[in-house]
């Protein structure tokens, strides 16, 4: 079919439109003239605007890390406050969701550890499990309460032998969505390797058999269908992250 003239089909506009969305996520408020003063370039060049923005994305990274304190905690709230029907969200439709059979599924481990063997969910489950209320928070200006419940992460890299020393640690999933953090937010008392939402076993929309929950950063930073975990000082980055997005972000 001959396409009309001046006609843009989605497809070809898909990279400039995230490259405008990325834009708009990283200028956070800043103004154009306090981003000139900052990096001295001339922002009426694209790359110019990206590299600015680029750079104070990482500025905004290191001050949140600065901040960041392992004893401040998420808030929490009442059963009576837990959001019904709790929303469904990622780059793809709920239909597209991976289904995963728990007598096959077993998390990969790797990096800077000392156990490298794999975990079967029944193995994840043996180990002390917490609960918590918390309040999910989209980059995207939505939030919901759930109810999750998992293996403290901190027990989980204190069993495989993790040097905490190490910056970062990273996860792979079987949506091909992927994600890092750094190590004291791995560490943080509140951040568990989901395996249950509302008292039951995830649903699959939620990430079954397993997720990260960390309720100290934005839901993006949350991965779901979790299958392997790997610990390293090399910064992995992220889908979102890797697109432009912010990689600390904190909530």
């Not at 929490?76 to 599924?105: C, H, L, V």
């Not at 509140?190 to 699959?204: E, N, S, V, Y």
Request: proline share 7%; net charge positive; glycine share 8%.
């Amino acid at each position: 079919m001959k396409r009309e003239p001046g006609l843009i089909r989605p497809k070809d506009a898909a990279p400039e439109l995230k490259r405008v969305e990325r834009r708009l996520l990283l200028k956070s408020g800043l103004s154009l003239g306090a981003l000139t003063m900052l990096t001295g370039c001339n922002l009426a060049d694209g790359d110019d605007v990206d590299r600015a923005l680029f750079a104070m994305s990482r500025f905004n990274d290191r001050v949140q890390a600065f901040l960041f304190s392992q004893t401040r905690l998420a808030a929490t709230f009442p059963a009576s406050r837990i959001t019904n029907p709790f929303r469904f969200n990622a780059f793809y439709d709920e239909d597209d969701a991976p289904e995963i059979d728990a007598s096959d599924w077993k998390l990969e481990v790797s990096g800077l550890v000392a156990d490298k063997s794999p975990w079967t969910l029944a193995r994840l489950r043996a180990m002390p499990q917490e609960s918590q209320i918390t309040r999910h928070i989209c980059v995207e200006g939505w939030s919901q309460i759930g109810e999750w419940s998992g293996v403290p992460l901190h027990l989980f890299l204190k069993k495989i032998g993790a040097d905490t020393r190490a910056k970062y640690v990273g996860f792979k999933c079987s949506d091909r969505y992927y994600s890092s953090i750094d190590m004291p937010s791995a560490l943080h008392p509140q951040t568990i390797l989901a395996l249950d939402f509302l008292g039951k076993p995830l649903p699959t929309e939620f990430g079954f058999p397993m997720r990260l929950r960390i309720p100290t950063k934005l839901g993006f930073k949350n991965p779901k269908y979790v299958a392997s975990i790997f610990v390293t000082n090399d910064n992995p980055g992220g889908y979102w992250e890797d697109q432009g997005y912010n990689w600390f972000s904190g909530s």
